[in-house]
């Protein structure tokens, strides 16, 4: 295979290397490195193409070092598609990477697990089975609810106080698993916001963890799936229903999935419509019938402790463009008691599975946010990604703060009761 | 001597693995900065945490008699920061500290590799800011500003950053530090602190950096008014100029330039059936702002200016001006790569000139936007180019060659701000006589006599070459 096509070499181009990404480069602030930095990157990316370096390790470790958080993008003047370019780059070293035999089992297990829904199963049970032992803390493993809390959503849920809309929500891979309370959490949100739910029983996995991790292939069947799956739960005249998403980074990995089907006009098509019904939950509710629905029993007294602050999940903000939504239901959930913190937008480290592939870098890219939740003085820390909460959760817990962690939909379901 | 081993080996024990970058991959994207044509992988990358550690890497380099180029965060468009053949680049990329702000006294001691903006958040909480505002604040550094003596958009009123830096902690060539950082407002002796702002990083090293602070005026008001023509528009910058009506600002963009703007994410809503936008900030006490307002409203009508916005909300004050600041990235939308120029007129001449840059890019066949900051007779023709292909290069670097003539007959200078680098040093004879260049050298060499610091920026060799062969003992 030749070298130019590791490189995404047309988005390449639109780069005129102005700098203004640097700054806002999570990877960049930590080590102070042009290599380590979008314009960098792209750079290392272009030379590569141009055969003025060889996709080597050296190579191969700048682009896995990146967390794909796409901050560079939403400073980026000339409009560059980094995050594109990036899963392009990671899928063509991923294709002729040697890896170790156990290394590649364990990427194939880890990434098969999530598309089935018996096999996430087994393994949460495991988990916590291992968890009495021990084990799952040794090897860094993210905290299990019981059993009880893991029970998957029922596929009807009425609205509550007349029908407004009937919707799709997306039940998701390891949300019902680690997340259950905030999966029941939203479907009761958009009941009371006026919202008949309906879940896909055949539907897992969307893909975009393995869409970012260079599993390009196992991403295409899965957003193929995706697709096909929410085409079939439709309304009484035929027309599939919006579907709604709590988590960030899956709803930005599916407002893009056409990208997967550049070579096959009939699914890019396919792929835009389900786009331009798929909604971050707050970009639903922010709409109106259901947002007047949702303020109306809305009581901002009845919510967690205050005071709070909003973290945009980067995949909200960078990969949605959605910002205002969640600050404004936030803010009718909680009255006054919602306060600034610093850098709201930049990377949690937690970026999808960054925080278990590399510990390190991820607490580093941490540490700054956590001083930031310190100086805000908030109790209780709000966001909307299943990712950042744990690692968010993960890193009060070292850094023994008395804070909690509570997904958007959670603090508008007490607030709502 | 040079880059060898045994070096490596000691620049590790003093800045830690971490610090010292030699792998091929590391290196090559510091192979250019802002002046993407330009380029030269360097053999090393030092990143020094502090003034200690930069010291003691550049007495290493001293000995080892390597040639260093300073680089801030490499977003410079004179080529500053290009590397040298067989040399060494060392960043500030890892000094990134504000050391002290006294908010009583206004100033701040921050780390070279501060970004400008980040600065500006540091001081905001004492109700203070720092003046210069260069397009690329959100990733330059001050360190870079002062090696460049940059300017801004606020520079109009304010003057460029050599008007606010008040002390410096210097390595020199030879890795002695120089500690110059307490705040003089009128220095004592010789200005050392004058000589080395501007000095293009061939003097040495500023490491650490103490800048005066100004009180945020009690209002500032960002004004966006339309023009039916680009001539229109500079017209009204003379009449504002000569009225005495003076902003703190003027900024003008052209048709293109706003095209490109509007479809980028920093879209300011400028209106796309305009010739020319025209940014202006007013700023001081209410009675102040609302006086000069009266002055100018009128001056800008004469001109036909139409689609008058005020906007005094930061948030909306931020939007009008994302627009201009991210321009010449947005221009990435037209070509792959930008050339821009900086060069200065008197503003009595700014029509004409404005005219002539673009009848000179267009009979080369060259697609040119002109933004730039009016209020300073401050030209930015952007000549949207492909570095891949060297024929039209070639007419680029002409097209500027005769953009910068036009500028010097007219009474101009070579650099409004961006330094003269590499872009700009064939130009220096231009402006300068042989007595004047040679001047210049001999102030270089008495910090630098080996010249190993930014070698072949800012001064052409051949002047320099004569003031050696003129100096007692020359070989």
Request: proline letters at 5%.
């Amino acid at each position: 295979m030749d070298n130019h096509s590791l490189v995404d070499y047309a988005k390449s181009l639109d780069c005129v290397h102005c700098g203004l990404c640097l700054n806002s480069c999570p990877t960049y602030r930590i080590t102070g490195r042009e290599s380590s930095s979008p314009r960098g990157r792209i750079h290392l990316m272009r030379s590569v193409a141009e055969g003025a370096i060889e996709p080597d390790d050296d190579f191969a470790e700048e682009m896995d070092f990146c967390l794909l958080c796409r901050n560079c993008e939403s400073v980026c003047p000339s409009g560059v598609r980094y995050g594109a370019m990036m899963e392009h780059t990671r899928g063509a070293l991923e294709e002729r990477r040697q890896r170790p035999w156990t290394a590649r089992l364990a990427r194939s297990i880890g990434f098969g697990i999530l598309r089935d829904r018996m096999a996430l199963r087994v393994t949460a049970r495991l988990a916590r089975l291992a968890e009495g032992t021990g084990l799952a803390r040794l090897v860094g493993a993210p905290a299990l609810p019981r059993h009880a809390e893991r029970v998957l959503l029922p596929t009807h849920m009425p609205a509550e106080g007349g029908e407004l809309a009937r919707v799709a929500m997306l039940e998701g891979c390891v949300m019902p698993e680690l997340l259950g309370h905030v999966q029941r959490a939203t479907a009761q949100v958009l009941q009371r916001a006026g919202c008949t739910v309906q879940i896909s029983p055949m539907h897992v996995c969307c893909g975009s963890l393995h869409a970012h991790n260079g599993e390009v292939k196992a991403a295409c069947e899965l957003a193929r799936a995706t697709i096909e799956a929410y085409e079939r739960l439709t309304d009484e005249r035929g027309n599939p229903l919006p579907l709604i998403i709590n988590s960030a980074g899956c709803g930005s990995h599916i407002k893009e999935f056409e990208h997967l089907f550049a070579d096959d006009e009939t699914m890019a098509v396919r792929a835009r419509a389900l786009s331009g019904r798929s909604f971050d939950l707050s970009q639903f509710l922010a709409r109106e019938p259901f947002r007047s629905r949702l303020m109306q029993r809305l009581n901002p007294k009845a919510s967690h402790q205050g005071p709070y602050a909003w973290d945009d999940p980067c995949h909200l903000c960078h990969g949605q463009g959605v910002r205002r939504e969640p600050r404004e239901l936030l803010q009718a959930a909680v009255g006054d008691g919602l306060v600034p913190l610093a850098d709201p937008e930049s990377c949690c480290g937690s970026a999808g599975i960054y925080s278990l592939l590399r510990p390190r870098d991820s607490q580093a890219v941490l540490q700054p946010r956590i001083e930031a939740l310190r100086a805000s003085g908030a109790r209780t820390l709000v966001t909307s990604n299943p990712g950042c909460q744990m690692q968010w959760e993960a890193g009060i817990r070292t850094a023994q703060l008395d804070v909690s962690v509570s997904h958007l939909a959670e603090v508008l379901e007490r607030a709502s009761r | 001597m040079g880059v060898d081993s045994t070096l490596v080996e000691a620049l590790r024990r003093e800045l830690g693995s971490d610090g010292v970058l030699d792998r091929r991959s590391q290196r090559v994207p510091y192979e250019c900065d802002g002046l993407a044509f330009a380029r030269q992988v360097p053999e090393l990358v030092l990143l020094p945490r502090d003034t200690q550690q930069t010291a003691a890497a550049m007495r290493l380099l001293h000995e080892a008699r390597v040639a260093i180029v300073p680089r801030g965060a490499g977003t410079g468009l004179s080529g500053g920061a290009t590397p040298v053949e067989g040399g060494v680049t060392i960043g500030t990329g890892r000094m990134r500290s504000v050391l002290h702000i006294d908010a009583l006294n206004r100033w701040a001691r921050v780390q070279a590799g501060v970004v400008n903006a980040d600065l500006g958040h540091a001081c905001e909480s004492h109700g203070l800011f720092y003046a210069p505002d260069p397009s690329s604040q959100k990733a330059c550094t001050v360190g870079g500003n002062v090696g460049e003596n940059s300017g801004g958009p606020h520079c109009f009123r304010y003057g460029n950053t050599s008007q606010h830096v008040l002390g410096l902690v210097i390595v020199t060539p030879q890795g002695e530090i120089l500690d110059l950082s307490e705040p003089q407002v009128d220095p004592q002796g010789l200005d050392l602190v004058g000589l080395f702002t501007g000095s293009e990083g061939m003097l040495g090293i500023a490491t650490e950096i103490t800048v005066r602070l100004l009180p945020v005026p009690e209002v500032v008001e960002t004004w966006v008014a339309l023009f039916r023509s680009l001539d229109a528009a500079c017209d009204a910058t003379s009449d504002l100029i000569a009225a005495r009506a003076e902003p703190s600002a003027i900024e003008i963009l052209d048709k293109l330039t706003i095209e490109a703007v509007e479809q980028s994410v920093l879209r300011a809503g400028y209106p796309q059936d305009a010739e020319a936008v025209m940014l202006l900030e007013l700023e001081g006490s209410e009675a102040s702002v609302q006086a000069n307002a009266a002055v100018i409203e009128p001056l800008l009508a004469v001109r036909g200016a139409f689609g008058l916005r005020r906007a005094r909300a930061s948030a909306d004050r931020a939007r009008l001006w994302a627009g201009r600041k991210g321009a010449y990235g947005a221009m990435g939308r037209i070509a792959p790569d930008l050339y821009v120029c900086d060069a200065v007129v008197p503003r009595r001449h700014l029509r004409a000139l404005v005219r002539r840059t673009t009848e000179i890019c267009s009979g080369k066949g060259l697609r040119i936007a002109n933004v730039f900051h009016a209020g300073d007779g401050n030209l930015h023709p952007n000549i949207s180019y492909d570095r891949r292909n060297p024929e039209e290069l070639r007419r680029v670097l002409e097209a500027g060659d005769e953009m910068m003539r036009a500028c010097i007959e007219a009474g101009g200078s070579l650099s409004g701000e961006h330094g003269i680098g590499l872009e700009k040093l064939s130009a220096m004879p231009w402006m300068f006589s042989s007595e004047d260049l040679a001047v210049m050298c001999r102030v270089r060499e008495a910090w630098d006599p080996e010249c190993r610091m930014n070698p072949g920026k800012l001064l052409p060799i051949r002047a320099c070459m004569e003031t050696r062969m003129r100096a007692p003992g020359a070989t």
